[in-house]
């Protein structure tokens, strides 16, 4: 199981990353459950939500404690930080978030994923860092996310192919830095 | 092939599939996805969709098509369900079928658009004028509103009385995998429930068909209003539905309703982690009660209390308190004005007491 929360301004993919998260882990036969903010949270404020995925049936949809934060402004990076399990890992998109975390006792990721995926696709973000996750999870193949992304794109299918290779390119990225 | 649905949507498509041609709602947060879905999927089924002027006269709309034998719904969150009440007892009192879905806000007043569960009492007790009740649901995942929206049109037209369906902003805007059914036969259903026998469908036998409320003689009044009693006798009998978790030992019993359940379910497995052996009893049916089953388990020795879990200030624990009739202490756990406990805040209430 991986509990995951995704949090930055509105209008930066934080919602459509945990869409993305939960399609791949349908294709890969996981149940999975995705839970927005929504309402004033969303104007002006940050957006979050909160994306589980398990081989078991998924309780709550809430997530008091996330395995995994990933963080597109700093106000999240002040507000989710301390609540991740310790040994967990928080990833920022390091374009825009020029604080580091605090805590010691997780794995910290820094990732220009605006800038690395720009030079692919330059929407391509937030799938960019969907193939950064997929080391990380371990347990969502990279093909179960190729079919989400051909998925969520179904209507325009003429920018499938540039999300692939951002998708494709982020896997890469974070395998090395694993290394 | 299960796809992912979020809440309010999934509710709307499994209307259709069971059914639903009519909608007629007034937008408001948490549940605007229903009507913005029902606004162009039921043109594609041969539907209609209205965007009333109001809530009452949405409600009053339900109770014209419902009564000309359509399958019609409405949907709404907290303070536009308060302002349908006056309908639903109509529709109660003119024993109509149809669907009301509540997709709970904070209240009381305008209050917030976070998830709650402060109307309980106004879903269960009434809500409306007289001596009426709605067959209450309240389902906990995204396939279980699909399965009970999908069921619910039938149990609203074998009874001829209204079905209300509870959520909250939680479980109509979250995404889950689930499966739609597949469409049912509006036609067939029109026939299974002998609607042809009632309806005031403008091009029947020539014969007047009358669909009101008004019993002004107290003799017919009474008479009818123990007929309807009557029934909810039977629908007690029949419809009530209730999960039990990890019930067989549990010590602790949490009591909780839809997205509040779920956080049970997860503090439970927590516990029984820690050696605690906890279960939850889970209400499907708010109206009938599943009273039967909760004073079962407060009759076996194994259980020391109940904890009933409620996003309110207290209401269905009025009900647990009923039911355990003094047998076991009943507790209760609440958040409010939108806020939502967390499995943690549960684990620790069983070990502290607080």
């Known amino acids: 199981m991986n509990k995951i929360i995704i949090s930055g301004f509105g209008g930066q993919g934080v919602l459509s990353l945990g869409k993305f998260i939960s399609y791949s882990a349908i294709e890969q036969n996981l149940n999975t459950s995705w839970l927005p903010s929504y309402g004033p949270e969303m104007r002006g ?13 998924i309780a709550a949809p809430v997530i008091d404690h996330p395995d995994i934060l990933i963080v597109f402004n700093e106000p999240s990076l002040d507000k989710f930080e301390n609540s991740v399990k310790a040994g967990g890992t928080i990833i920022i998109n390091s374009d825009i978030v020029h604080k580091k975390t605090t805590r010691k006792d997780v794995k910290f990721f820094e990732i220009p994923v605006d800038t690395l995926a720009a030079e692919i696709n330059k929407r391509g973000a937030n799938v960019y860092m969907l193939g950064v996750l997929l080391p990380l999870f371990g347990d969502i193949s990279e093909e179960c996310a190729i079919h989400a992304v051909e998925h969520v794109f179904e209507s325009k299918p003429k920018v499938i192919p540039s999300n692939i290779e951002c998708l494709k390119a982020g ?7 694993l290394k | 092939m299960k796809k992912l649905w ?17 909608f007629f709602g007034y937008p408001i947060t948490p549940q605007n996805e229903i009507p913005e879905y029902m606004s162009w999927r039921l043109y594609e089924v041969g539907g209609a969709f209205i965007q009333a002027e109001s809530e009452v006269s949405a409600i009053n709309m339900v109770y014209g098509a419902a009564a000309a034998g359509a399958r019609a719904m409405t949907s709404s969150s907290s303070p536009g369900v308060s302002l349908k009440q006056e309908g639903i007892s ?31 009492f106004q879903a269960t007790k009434g809500g409306g004028h007289g001596d009426y009740h709605c067959i209450v649901y309240a389902p906990s995942t995204v396939q279980e509103f699909v399965d009970i929206m999908y069921n619910a049109f039938d149990v609203a037209d074998e009874y001829r009385n209204p079905v209300m369906i509870i959520g909250d902003g939680m479980l109509g805007q979250m995404m889950e995998p689930a499966e739609i059914p597949p469409m049912k036969d ?13 309806a005031t469908c403008g091009h029947s036998d020539g014969k007047a068909r009358i669909i009101n ?48 359940a779920r956080i049970c379910k997860a503090a439970i497995v927590e516990l029984r982690e820690q050696g605690i052996k906890a279960g939850l009893i889970r209400p499907i049916t708010l109206y009938p009660y599943p009273s039967a089953t909760i004073e079962k388990a407060a009759r076996r020795d194994s259980v020391k209390k109940f904890v009933t879990v409620e996003m309110s200030m207290g209401q269905m624990v009025e009900d647990v308190r009923l039911a355990v009739n003094g047998l076991k202490p009943v507790e209760f756990y609440g958040r409010c004005g939108g806020n939502v406990m967390m499995p943690a805040d549960l684990v620790k209430y069983i070990k502290e007491g607080k």
């Not at chain 2, 024993?95 to 569960?117: D, F, K, T, W």
């Not at chain 2, 509006?186 to 042809?196: A, I, P």
């Not at chain 2, 009530?240 to 030992?249: A, F």
């Open chain 2, 90 to 120: 109509y529709i109660a009192a003119a024993e109509l079928p149809c669907v009301i879905v509540n997709m709970m806000r904070s209240g009381p007043g305008l209050g917030g658009i976070q998830a709650s569960q402060g109307d309980y």
């Open chain 2, 186 to 198: 509006v036609t067939k259903m029109y026939e299974k429930y002998h609607k042809d026998e009632w």
């Open chain 1, 45 to 57: 404020g940050t957006a979050n939500c909160s994306v589980i995925y398990s081989h078991e049936d």
């Open chain 2, 213 to 260: 409320s008004l019993r002004i003689e107290p003799d017919e009044n009474e008479e009818f209003t123990l007929r309807l009693y009557k029934k909810y006798e039977e629908i007690a009998k029949k419809e009530t539905k209730v999960e039990e978790y990890r019930m067989d030992d549990a010590e602790y019993v949490f009591v909780a309703y839809g997205s509040v």
């Open chain 2, 6 to 22: 979020k809440g309010n949507e999934a509710i709307a498509e499994a209307a259709v599939a069971a059914g639903c041609r009519y």
């Open chain 1, 171 to 177: 896997i890469e990225y974070m395998k090395k830095l």
